[in-house]
């Protein structure tokens, strides 16, 4: 089992900048790919970002290519979402999630989410 834990959330005005952070323990962190998943109010939950096991290798989806970056530290088994320049229909629960493949997004295992809200 992997347990994840997400943080960082919060209300941001439009324009301005988070940084999500994702803890894990359990099972080896540098085992699994790691992504970021969205689900906005009376919407489906979207893939975000993945970044490889080893983190050399990184996927966005075309909504956040370019605002959004996806890090992680296997020495501190966590992942980060940095997001910049938000946008309304940026706001959602964001959630972390660990798996075998990063490309598509395999999930074996989902936090409980943080709420990003940006304000217009």
């Known amino acids: 089992q992997v347990q994840l834990v997400e943080s960082g959330g919060g209300l941001v005005q439009t324009g301005g900048s988070l940084r999500l952070s994702c803890a894990a323990s359990g099972r080896t962190f540098s085992n699994y790919a790691m992504g970021w998943f969205r689900q906005a109010p009376g919407k489906e939950r979207e893939f975000v970002a993945s970044i490889s096991a080893s983190g050399g290798s990184s996927y966005y989806a075309n909504s956040v290519k370019g605002r959004f970056t996806i890090s992680r530290d296997n020495a501190k088994n966590t992942v980060y979402l940095q997001t910049n320049s938000l946008k309304h229909d940026d706001t959602a629960v964001y959630y972390c999630?660990?798996?075998?493949?990063?490309?598509?997004?395999?999930?074996?295992?989902w936090g409980k989410g943080t709420l990003v809200t940006v304000s217009s």
């Open positions: 999630a660990a798996g075998p493949i990063m490309l598509p997004m395999k999930v074996d295992y």
